[in-house]
């Protein structure tokens, strides 16, 4: 959990990253920039911290070694020595640069912040932020101009949203670091340059990752295998869901075994969820989940997209909120058509 309230920034240093398509270069500062306005820090440290979220977390890796990692290393040259700041910043503008070749990638200015005392897991500790900016949003300026008031537009950052950013919390060193990351403007293949080719991360498999991605898996094996294509009732796809869910609501441990027993039942659509699961983690290099704490705020979020619904040609949608047993299909003869009947104690 990430508490901001009583950070300071200890230094902050502003370059212009450029766009490699537009010839337009990167602008590298000498030094930081000094800030002896406490309501200007005050946006500024609003601005920074309060997008981030910490239930998922990443860390910085290597193939080969850690210490080859050139985030993890500028990383540890700030915390080791802060004043140090203007020249490793310079270097991560010029990698991120670097890394900044696919053409949806925008210019904008980059960020490297030095906090302190930011609270984390009821620690203070002091944190690294990389930021990049690179929509502009415009503003009108009403001011006061003699007697009467002018009226002009102007560029300007929304502190309410931040494009690309990374908190590095000064914890965890000898595993890579715990950090954070925001990218709000690319989510497909070109947004990868951030995580991926710039910062070199990957996510801590902790019980809300491992949460998550059995939603994810179950979601995906609902949609994939539990299909009319494999003679499979949408009735059944429905069940394995809601079963799914309030498992997850219900229990504070996930084990394979008792997943199995409680959720499917089947044998042979448990061992077709086994079979599932195992290419799933394989295609996406993700260690076996076999047994782990149940995060509650991963099923929280997980439940928004865990929707049960039966779709029925263009004309009707079923969610299915609760108990999937008041649904009943079969076929009209008469009339040629497949129908469902719906039971329902009281009408609201």
Same mark, same amino acid.
């Given at each position: 959990?990430?508490?901001?309230?009583?950070?300071?920034?200890? !230094?902050?240093?502003?370059?212009?990253?450029?766009?490699?398509?537009?010839?337009?270069?990167?602008?590298?500062?000498?030094? *930081?920039?000094?800030?002896?306005?406490?309501?200007?820090?005050?946006?500024?440290?609003?601005?920074?911290?309060?997008?981030?979220?910490?239930?998922?977390?990443?860390?910085?890796?290597?193939? %080969?070694?850690?210490?080859?990692?050139?985030?993890?290393?500028?990383?540890?040259?700030?915390?080791?020595?802060?004043?140090?700041?203007? !020249? +490793? /910043?310079?270097?991560?503008a010029?990698?991120l640069? /670097?890394?900044?070749?696919? *053409?949806?990638?925008?210019?904008?200015?980059?960020?490297? =912040?030095?906090?302190?005392?930011?609270?984390? #897991?009821?620690?203070?500790?002091?944190?690294?932020?990389?930021?990049?900016?690179?929509?502009?949003?415009?503003y009108?300026?009403?001011?006061?101009?003699?007697?009467?008031?002018?009226?002009?537009?102007?560029?300007?950052?929304?502190?309410?949203?931040?494009?690309?950013?990374?908190?590095?919390?000064n914890?965890?060193?000898e595993?890579?670091?715990q950090?954070?990351?925001?990218?709000?403007? &690319?989510?497909? &293949?070109?947004?990868?340059?951030?995580?991926?080719?710039?910062?070199? =991360?990957?996510?801590?498999?902790?019980?809300?990752?491992? +949460?998550? !991605?059995?939603?994810?898996?179950?979601?995906?094996?609902?949609?994939?295998?539990?299909? &009319?294509? @494999?003679?499979? @009732? $949408?009735?059944?796809?429905?069940?394995?869901?809601?079963?799914?869910?309030?498992?997850?609501?219900?229990?504070?441990?996930?084990? +394979?075994?008792?997943?199995?027993?409680?959720?499917?039942? &089947?044998?042979?659509?448990?061992?077709?969820?086994?079979?599932?699961?195992?290419?799933?983690?394989?295609?996406?290099?993700?260690? *076996?989940?076999? !047994?782990?704490?149940?995060?509650? %705020?991963? =099923?929280?979020?997980?439940?928004?997209?865990?929707?049960?619904?039966?779709?029925?040609?263009?004309?009707?949608?079923?969610?299915?909120?609760?108990?999937?047993d008041?649904?009943? $299909?079969?076929?009209?003869?008469?009339?040629?058509?497949?129908?469902?009947?719906?039971?329902?104690? #009281?009408? %609201?």
């Amino acid at each position: 959990m990430l508490n901001s309230t009583d950070a300071s920034i200890s !230094q902050i240093i502003v370059h212009h990253i450029g766009d490699h398509k537009e010839d337009d270069r990167t602008i590298i500062s000498t030094q *930081p920039t000094t800030i002896t306005d406490e309501s200007v820090e005050l946006v500024l440290k609003t601005y920074f911290l309060s997008h981030f979220k910490t239930d998922f977390m990443y860390s910085f890796i290597h193939p %080969e070694d850690l210490e080859m990692n050139e985030m993890y290393n500028a990383a540890g040259q700030i915390f080791d020595n802060p004043n140090q700041l203007a !020249q +490793t /910043s310079a270097e991560l503008a010029n990698l991120l640069y /670097s890394k900044s070749t696919n *053409p949806n990638i925008k210019s904008g200015e980059f960020y490297v =912040v030095f906090f302190k005392d930011i609270n984390f #897991n009821d620690e203070y500790v002091d944190a690294i932020g990389l930021f990049k900016s690179e929509n502009k949003d415009t503003y009108i300026k009403v001011f006061n101009k003699g007697d009467n008031y002018a009226v002009e537009s102007e560029a300007g950052i929304n502190i309410k949203k931040v494009d690309k950013g990374c908190l590095i919390i000064n914890s965890d060193r000898e595993t890579g670091f715990q950090v954070a990351i925001i990218d709000t403007i &690319n989510r497909n &293949n070109e947004a990868l340059y951030w995580k991926e080719d710039f910062l070199g =991360v990957a996510p801590r498999e902790n019980e809300y990752y491992q +949460t998550s !991605q059995l939603f994810d898996i179950c979601k995906a094996f609902g949609n994939d295998v539990l299909t &009319n294509e @494999n003679k499979i @009732n $949408k009735t059944d796809q429905v069940t394995f869901l809601k079963n799914a869910e309030d498992f997850f609501a219900k229990n504070n441990i996930y084990d +394979t075994q008792t997943f199995s027993e409680q959720v499917i039942g &089947n044998e042979e659509i448990a061992n077709a969820f086994s079979e599932y699961k195992g290419k799933y983690e394989t295609q996406r290099q993700i260690a *076996p989940i076999d !047994q782990f704490e149940i995060s509650s %705020e991963a =099923v929280k979020r997980g439940k928004k997209y865990f929707r049960s619904v039966i779709k029925l040609d263009k004309n009707f949608h079923i969610y299915v909120h609760a108990n999937p047993d008041y649904i009943e $299909k079969g076929f009209d003869e008469h009339k040629g058509r497949n129908f469902y009947k719906l039971y329902f104690i #009281n009408e %609201e």
